[in-house]
T-cell receptor
Framework: GNSVTQMEGPVTLSEEAFLTINCTYT??????LFWYVQYPGEGLQLLLK?????DKGSNKGFEATYRKETTSFHLEKGSVQVSDSAVYFC?????????????FGKGTLLTVNP | GAVVSQHPSRVICKSGTSVKIECRSL??????MFWYRQFPKQSLMLMAT?????????EQGVEKDKFLINHASLTLSTLTVTSAHPEDSSFYIC????????????????FGPGTRLTVL
């Protein structure tokens, strides 16, 4: 079956530091890949996505590249801000059928200090 | 756009009672709604998938008679936790996929803010 393994946190960084959160996946076929963010007390928001190999998703300074050869989708940001403090989830969605179920990683808590 | 609401945001109930949680898509119609359960410091676990006007599809290990799901319209799905017990205490999150919102690659899901259930 499908699975997602992401770097366990928590991750604590100073403002303007470089961020990497690793994510690897196991899936049959060619899944779509996502990063979701959950701010304290809120639901999940889609941060970025990539639907085929070598695609790069980007949003709000965050980037992730769909690497089929290494089955990875690592999240990066060059300079984090305090407002980026949240839980980040890597996820994948299979193809086909009428329902595209999401499989989530366990989430990584990021805390950015001023 | 694409806002999903949940009500209530928090509920505390006594053991043995039933609790209903509503999930609404406010500005779009949802063909499919999903219900997840999130344990502390853990990921989201898909409980069931519901399509408007048909029976929900439950994931393996999820009790159908305990977690009743109704998707009566294209904007509303409800999850009823029947005869709740302390082990049912959790954070329940719904998501909704828009009608015609799919592509050949994926069908985007928009998430609600979650409902914190505490069973005493």
């Amino acid at each position: 079956g499908n699975s997602v393994t992401q770097m366990e946190g928590p991750v604590t960084l100073s403002e303007e530091a470089f961020l990497t959160i690793n994510c690897t996946y196991t899936a049959t076929g060619y899944p779509s890949l996502f990063w979701y963010v959950q701010y304290p007390g809120e639901g999940l928001q889609l941060l970025l996505k990539a639907t085929k190999a070598d695609d790069k998703g980007s949003n709000k300074g965050f980037e992730a590249t769909y690497r089929k050869e290494t089955t990875s989708f690592h999240l990066e940001k060059g300079s984090v801000q305090v407002s980026d403090s949240a839980v980040y989830f890597c996820a994948l969605s299979g193809r086909g059928g009428s329902n595209y179920k999401l499989t989530f990683g366990k989430g990584t808590l990021l805390t950015v200090n001023p | 756009g694409a806002v999903v609401s949940q009500h209530p945001s928090r509920v505390i109930c006594k053991s043995g009672t039933s609790v209903k949680i509503e999930c609404r898509s406010l500005d779009f119609q949802a063909t499919t709604m999903f219900w997840y359960r999130q344990f502390p410091k853990q990921s989201l676990m898909l409980m069931a998938t519901s399509n408007e006007g048909s029976k929900a599809t439950y994931e393996q290990g999820v009790e159908k008679d305990k977690f009743l799901i109704n998707h009566a319209s294209l904007t509303l799905s409800t999850l009823t936790v029947t005869s709740a017990h302390p082990e049912d205490s959790s954070f329940y999150i719904c998501s909704a996929s828009p009608v015609g919102g799919g592509t050949s690659s994926y069908n985007e899901q928009f998430f609600g803010p979650g409902t914190r259930l505490t069973v005493l």
